[in-house]
C-alpha cells in the first residue's frame, strides 16, 4: 500500500461524524443487530434515532471496512466492529488525549473514569 492511500485511508477515518463514531463505540462493546444499536445510541441521546439515519450510516461503515454485517437470519442483519473501526477509534482516543490532557490534574481525571470502567 502506498502513503498516498495511506493518508486517503486516515482522512476518510478521521472525517468520520460524531454519530458515525458513537455507532463505532457501540459495536466496540458487542456485535448487535440494528435495533440493538438504533436502541443504545437512543439511550445515549435521549431522543429517537431514526431508521433513515441509522442504516445509511452503518453503510458508509460498512463501505469504509469499519464495520461487518453479517445475517443473524432471513431478516435480521448483525453488525460487527473491524479491526480497522477499533483502530479508528484508538487513533480518535490518542488525538483528543492529547489535546486534552494538558495537565496533571485532567490526567487524573481521566484515570478516575478509567477506574470506574474496571
Sequence with gaps: MSEAQTITETETARDLTAFQQNVLLVLAEESR???????ELE???DVEVNHGRLYPNLDT???QGLVEKSELDKRTNEYA???DGVNVLLDSFNWRFKKFLTNNER???VRTLLEKQS
Design 61 to 63: 461503515l460498512i463501505e
Design 107 to 109: 490526567a487524573e481525571q
Design 33 to 39: 443487530y440494528g435495533l440493538a444499536v438504533k436502541r
Design 81 to 83: 466492529i473491524t479491526d
Design 43 to 45: 439511550d445515549y441521546y
